[in-house]
């Protein structure tokens, strides 16, 4: 299995992409795209074009540089492209659940790039199953694959709206068919898509706008919930496949996952962000002499902290920006050592000094605890730890891979317990309604569930990542490279 980081945070969702590029080679703008929105996931990506007859796919293990080169790029021609930067929140984090997912119509090939997880897997893939369906992963995105591929000679709006109506949960999609790009967003609008122009003939829709302006597009569109994107040769063209009762978009997208360079719902993040960090320092003040943020997520936070308390803002920590996820396990020794091999402490900034340390989430607070412990090994006096996302009570079961409730810090204790747990001198959380006004929204603008346990769709009892995989050992696992399917040994 590949070394993932003990970071307590909540893992990041997925990034997907959709290219129609008439004057322009799709497989390359997808490779920067996906660059991008690396920060999404990092346990696979994947790209699938078409040249306007047929689709060719390559997908695998590991980070989009080290998965694509200019040899696998130029094995990929063509106008018309999907891509997908996998963290596996349903399925385990093997070659045959990596993205996009490939199928066959009677309309031709297409394949299927999904963030976010549906709350009724286990149900639809029996219901699948009895119509005959031959199931290739244990991913609920090949069930979406499966419902569109069943429907789409009805067309691309018919297939469209199946899938939304047997598909409960959280999904944003691209679809790539051998003439269209599809787009499409849950009828809650739980994950992010946006679509926009590129270059005089060209469009481009990504998870986040941070991904356009590297591929020379402009963002012009967010999808709204249950809004879908049809992409072809007559042009764009925006179609509401289902009715949306409400908008409710996950509000970590704004505290954390998101780059805060992105925009959604017409706000930029870092300004947010900003926002979130100068109404922590009303609701929580600290007597203290500066403030610190944990890089990077913490830095806009800790920025309107320092503006609104009148504390100097100072880095304490300098984060090593060069260490990805890893197929190389670190021996014990390493591994203990933690978050020393990411963050190095300023000693001349933080010695003698009262810090407010800025940071944007609490999930098992393991994390936080070794943070707070390095800051007073550099000389720290006292170390007031500011949160700008509310206490985590809740699980996600939305696409977001977290803590069971039983391993979440604020679930199971009280502040003063928590306080006490990460060895803080004091710890304040941004309340859910100073981070929702920050936002520039209303509550009922987001799903809160993790914080306050209102899920806007109810959950299965059954709900689980791995509730579809096979214990280990069960055999080769299939995978499409170049359209082909070929057999792969197991992926331990």
């Not at 356009?212 to 012009?220: C, E, K």
């Not at 604020?410 to 959380?429: C, I, K, P, W």
Request: hydrophobic content about 40%; some cysteine; overall charge negative.
């Amino acid at each position: 299995m590949p070394f993932r980081d003990e970071e307590d945070r909540p893992k990041e969702e997925c990034g997907i992409l959709g290219v129609y590029a008439p004057e322009q080679d799709a497989a390359r703008v997808a490779f920067f795209g996906l660059f991008a929105l690396q920060h999404r996931g990092q346990e696979s990506t994947g790209i699938a074009v078409s040249d306007g007859s047929c689709v060719r796919m390559h997908k695998d293990m590991g980070l989009v540089a080290n998965v694509f080169n200019e040899q696998i790029l130029n094995t990929l021609p063509g106008h018309l492209a999907v891509g997908h930067n996998r963290y596996s929140t349903m399925g385990a984090s093997v070659l045959r659940n990596a993205q996009p997912v490939y199928c066959q119509s009677l309309v031709g090939e297409i394949a299927v790039a999904h963030n976010g997880n549906l709350i009724n897997a286990r149900e639809l893939r029996g219901e699948l199953q009895d119509e005959g369906e031959q199931l290739d992963t244990t991913s609920d995105s090949e069930l979406i694959a499966r419902i569109l591929v069943r429907h789409l000679q009805d067309g691309p709006e018919a297939a469209v709206r199946e899938v939304m109506r047997r598909a409960k949960g959280a999904y944003s999609c691209t679809v790539l068919t051998p003439k269209a790009v599809i787009g499409f967003r849950d009828p809650l609008g739980i994950r992010p898509l946006t679509v926009g122009r590129m270059g005089e003939t060209g469009y481009f829709m990504a998870s986040e706008s941070c991904a356009f302006g590297p591929v020379g597009a402009t963002p012009d569109h967010e999808l709204k919930p249950g809004e879908m994107a049809i992409i072809d040769a007559s042009g764009l063209r925006l179609v509401q496949g289902a009715e949306a009762p409400r908008r409710a978009m996950c509000l970590f997208e704004f505290i954390y996952f998101a780059r805060p360079d992105s925009r959604m719902y017409g706000e930029l993040l870092y300004a947010v962000r900003e926002r979130m960090g100068q109404q922590l320092a009303r609701e929580h003040p600290a007597d203290a002499d500066i403030v610190v943020p944990v890089p990077d997520s913490g830095i806009p936070a800790a920025l309107g902290f320092s503006e609104v308390s009148g504390l100097p803002y100072r880095e304490g920590m300098i984060k090593s920006r060069y260490i990805h996820r890893t197929f190389i396990s670190p021996d014990q020794r390493l591994r203990e050592l933690g978050v020393k091999m990411k963050l190095t402490p300023l000693e001349e900034h933080i010695r003698g000094q009262r810090l407010v340390l800025v940071d944007d989430s609490i999930v098992r607070g393991t994390t936080t605890k070794k943070i707070v412990g390095l800051l007073f090994e550099a000389g720290a006096k006292e170390v007031h730890v500011r949160i700008t996302a509310p206490p985590i009570r809740f699980p996600c079961f939305y696409g977001i891979d977290m803590a069971s409730k039983g391993e979440l810090a604020a679930a199971v204790m009280s502040l003063d317990e928590l306080s006490n747990h990460v060895g803080a001198t004091s710890l304040g959380f941004l309340s859910i309604e100073g981070a929702v006004a920050a936002a520039g929204q209303s509550k009922n603008d987001f799903c809160l569930a993790c914080f306050n346990g209102d899920y806007p769709l109810a959950i299965p009892p059954d709900m689980s990542k791995h509730a579809f995989d096979e214990p280990p050992g069960m055999g080769q696992m299939a995978a499409v490279t170049h359209g082909q399917p070929r057999l792969l040994e197991p992926v331990e």
